[in-house]
């Protein structure tokens, strides 16, 4: 089993500044099966970024993803207000087909 | 518009069984992966199991293999999820969610807005 691990746990930024959100598995994420998902209170998570780089439909293009392999990066280009709360990394497999989250980073209004 | 509604949570004993079910509408039911997702509450989200579209592939969390069981009915648009020998662990919220291709493995693009299960005696 894939174990993500997310960092920070918490990240303290404001609005208009970037944010940098990491992602690292135990082990190499086939074919970039790495999706990142926002969640805000009593909200069900909101998928951004799927296959590792593509953003969802809708999403806005500050958000961007990265990375192969074991890392991987949620990047925030220009923090709106809107965008605190908490992000989840999540790994999915094909055989079989099975899926982990990371634990969060919650991305806060300093 | 994709809509996926959960019903049939409350509250249970330890021990005890619930069904979850999943009314999906505004898109081809039959022709979707699909999952349950769940949230103990203010912690994260576990996957918990999911079913190909003929139900002929299905694939559980560890935690809840041989107590829970993921169903489909394509000619009712409907996913359920039968659990029983419910832990106090099992506390938490239940989403469904559609995967987000057809074909290729994939995330998940909508989800139902969840239902709570609380196991307490």
């Known amino acids: 089993e894939i174990v993500l691990t997310q960092s920070p746990g918490t990240l303290s930024l404001s609005p208009g500044e970037g944010a940098t959100l990491s992602c690292r598995a135990s082990?190499?994420?086939?074919?970039?099966?790495l999706a990142w998902y926002q969640q805000k209170p009593g909200q069900a998570p909101r998928l951004l970024i799927h296959?590792?780089?593509n953003r969802a439909t809708g999403i806005p293009d500050r958000f961007s993803g990265s990375g192969s392999g074991t890392d991987f990066t949620l990047t925030i280009s220009r923090l709106e207000p809107e965008d605190f709360a908490v992000y989840y990394c999540?790994?999915?497999?094909?055989?079989?087909?099975?899926?982990?989250f990371g634990q969060g980073t919650k991305l806060e209004i300093k | 518009e994709v809509q996926l509604v959960e019903s049939g949570g409350g509250l249970v004993q330890p021990g005890g069984s619930l069904r979850l079910s999943c009314a999906a509408s505004?898109?081809?039911?039959?022709?979707?992966?699909m999952s349950w997702v769940r949230q103990a509450p203010g912690k994260g989200l576990e996957w918990v199991a999911n079913?190909?579209?003929?139900?002929?592939?299905?694939y559980y969390v560890d935690s809840v293999k041989g107590r829970f069981t993921i169903s489909r009915d394509n000619a009712k648009n409907s996913l359920d999820l039968q659990m029983s020998s419910l832990r106090a662990e099992d506390t938490a919220v239940y989403y469904c969610?559609?995967?987000?291709?057809?074909?290729?493995?994939?995330?998940?693009?909508?989800w139902g807005q969840g239902t709570l299960v609380t196991v307490s005696s």
């Open positions: 969610a559609r995967d987000l291709h057809v074909t290729t493995v994939t995330t998940f693009d909508y």
């Open positions: 505004g898109f081809t039911f039959s022709t979707y992966w």
């Open positions: 079913i190909k579209q003929d139900g002929g592939e299905k």
């Open positions: 082990q190499s994420v086939s074919s970039n099966y």
């Open positions: 296959d590792a780089f």
């Open positions: 999540q790994q999915y497999g094909s055989s079989p087909r099975m899926y982990t």
